[in-house]
C-alpha cells in the first residue's frame, strides 16, 4: 500500500512540474511574434552576405601573401619550412598476463620542423608584391561596390520590413488579450 502511495504522488509530482513548466497560450503568441521579427531581421542582413564573406576571405589571404613577400624582401631570403617525422623507441613498462611489470620498448615519433634559408631573387619578388597590391586593391573595390549593392537591397526590403514589423506589433497585442 505504501509503495502505491508514494507512485501516485511521485506521479503527481512530475505532472505537476510539466504542467507548471509549460508556456502560456500568452508566451507561445509573444515568441511566436519575436521570432517572426528575428526572421525578418535575418533576411534584411542575407543579401550578398555569401559573396561579401567570401570577398573578405580573399582579402585577408592577399593580404597574409603581401606581409609574407615583405618580410622577404625585408631578410632577402626565403624561409623553406619542412617537417620531419622521425622514428624511435624509448623504453617502457609493460605488463604480463599475471600484471607483473616488465621493461619492454615503447614506440615513440617526434617531428621536426627544419627551416632552411633560401636565397631570393628580388626583382622576381617585387613583381609578386606589386601583384599581390593590385590584387588587394581590385578585391577592396569590389567589397565597396557589393557592399553598396548590398545596401540599396536592404532599402528595398525596409517597407517590407517595417509592415511586417506592424503587423507583429498588432499580433504581440492580440497576445496580450490572451
Not at 519575436?34 to 593580404?63: H, Y
Request: proline share 4%; aromatic share 8%.
Amino acid at each position: 500500500m505504501k509503495y502505491i502511495m508514494n507512485k501516485f504522488i511521485y506521479i503527481a509530482f512530475i505532472s505537476f512540474l510539466l504542467i507548471s513548466c509549460r508556456e502560456s497560450p500568452k508566451e507561445i503568441c509573444e515568441n511566436e511574434a519575436n521570432m517572426t521579427v528575428k526572421s525578418i531581421e535575418a533576411l534584411m542582413k542575407k543579401p550578398f552576405q555569401s559573396e561579401i564573406s567570401a570577398l573578405s576571405s580573399e582579402i585577408r589571404k592577399t593580404d597574409r601573401n603581401i606581409s609574407e613577400i615583405e618580410k622577404n624582401i625585408e631578410r632577402g631570403y626565403i624561409l623553406h619550412v619542412q617537417t620531419e617525422t622521425k622514428r624511435g623507441s624509448k623504453v617502457g613498462i609493460c605488463y604480463n598476463e599475471w600484471l607483473n611489470p616488465y621493461y619492454c620498448p615503447v614506440p615513440t615519433r617526434k617531428t621536426e620542423t627544419i627551416q632552411t634559408p633560401v636565397p631570393i631573387n628580388f626583382t622576381e619578388e617585387k613583381s609578386r608584391l606589386k601583384f599581390f597590391e593590385s590584387k588587394l586593391l581590385k578585391l577592396r573595390d569590389e567589397l565597396k561596390i557589393l557592399k553598396k549593392k548590398r545596401d540599396k537591397e536592404v532599402k528595398k526590403l525596409e517597407p517590407q520590413y517595417t509592415n511586417a514589423k506592424k503587423k507583429v506589433a498588432s499580433a504581440i497585442q492580440r497576445c496580450q488579450n490572451l
